[in-house]
């Protein structure tokens, strides 16, 4: 009789249909809400620039939608573990960075007209620059916590472990 696995202790790439089954904790966490909130209001800013004049500026929330919605699906059905090629925190720095400074900038914009509709997407664009620029903060600390320049070698002293020979120092507390 083969022995058989459980689905908890079988490998991720093998998970089949309960990969699409979303994590719970991840939902009720604070990036969670976070994206999940950058995806509707960039939903909502996107269809609020197809209601007006300004409708030349909807390509940026369309895309920003997708990227947000692509972000959410990878982290709430744990996609992220998989990534081991690039460093998926910095992605999402940038992603969020680049979000926040087009939405500012568009939502200045839109604000100035007289129609509705583009002052309405401004209103919101200003609260997604809000949520984009929280999440790129916050993902900035964690990055920091990651690099700490407190655990990386100097280069002085690299180079004396490997050679063995002490060099003069600088310092005054030697």
Request: glycine share 4%.
């Amino acid at each position: 009789m083969a022995d058989t696995e459980s689905p908890e202790s079988a490998p991720s790439s093998s998970r089949g249909l309960s990969a699409f089954i979303p994590d719970t904790t991840f939902l009720t966490s604070r990036k969670g809400l976070l994206l999940a909130a950058e995806v509707v209001l960039s939903l909502v800013v996107f269809i609020c620039y197809l209601a007006s004049s300004s409708a030349s500026f909807m390509a940026a929330p369309l895309i920003e939608f997708l990227l947000a919605l692509g972000a959410y699906y990878v982290y709430v059905t744990k996609y992220i573990d998989n990534f081991t090629g690039f460093h998926c925190p910095l992605i999402d720095f940038l992603r969020c960075l680049t979000a926040s400074i087009i939405y500012f900038a568009i939502s200045i914009y839109a604000v100035t007209k007289s129609e509705a509709a583009s002052k309405t997407a401004g209103v919101f664009g200003f609260v997604a620059t809000v949520v984009f620029a929280f999440d790129f903060y916050s993902i900035f600390n964690s990055l920091v916590r990651f690099i700490n320049p407190q655990n990386l070698p100097t280069h002085t002293a690299t180079i004396k472990k490997s050679t063995g020979e002490e060099e003069p120092s600088d310092s005054d507390y030697e």
